[in-house]
């Protein structure tokens, strides 16, 4: 997923993410997973989870995440927005899109766009389905 708003319209390099946000209290790691990603994706996940390793990013935020097999036409996602002052010190508020696109990537693409620190999963995922040929 892409971050939506003002910051990110110009990243694209290190700025791709899983579907991910705050826990609501009190909220197991899985079940937040899936709100988040139907808040950011319009579309539900169900299936066989696998729970990856949570990691630390730069910013200090620990991301969990679980893998699952599905379809998802990344051109029809559509997700929730949020209200920011934009430009600042300007006193407007505008409303922008979480995540303004989603993709699927080839390991080598990803490996550039997605936040490094979550790089973690896309290759714990590969070990754990035995896929190291697909890097």
Request: glycine share 8%; aromatic share 12%; with cysteine.
């Amino acid at each position: 997923m892409h971050p939506g708003g003002p910051y990110f319209i110009k990243k694209d390099e290190g700025a791709w993410s899983i579907p991910k946000g705050e826990f609501l209290d009190p909220e197991n790691p899985l079940h937040a997973a899936k709100r988040e990603f139907k808040e950011e994706t319009g579309f539900e996940a169900a299936g066989n989870f696998i729970p990856l390793s949570p990691v630390k990013q730069k910013n200090g935020k620990i991301v969990y995440c679980f893998a699952v097999e599905g379809s998802i036409d990344a051109d029809r996602i559509v997700c929730n927005t949020f209200s920011m002052e934009w430009p600042p010190r300007s006193g407007i508020s505008r409303e922008f899109p979480e995540v303004d696109k989603g993709g699927w990537f080839t390991y080598q693409e990803a490996i550039k766009k997605i936040i490094p620190a979550q790089l973690l999963f896309i290759d714990e995922l590969i070990h754990k389905l035995n896929f190291r040929d697909q890097k």
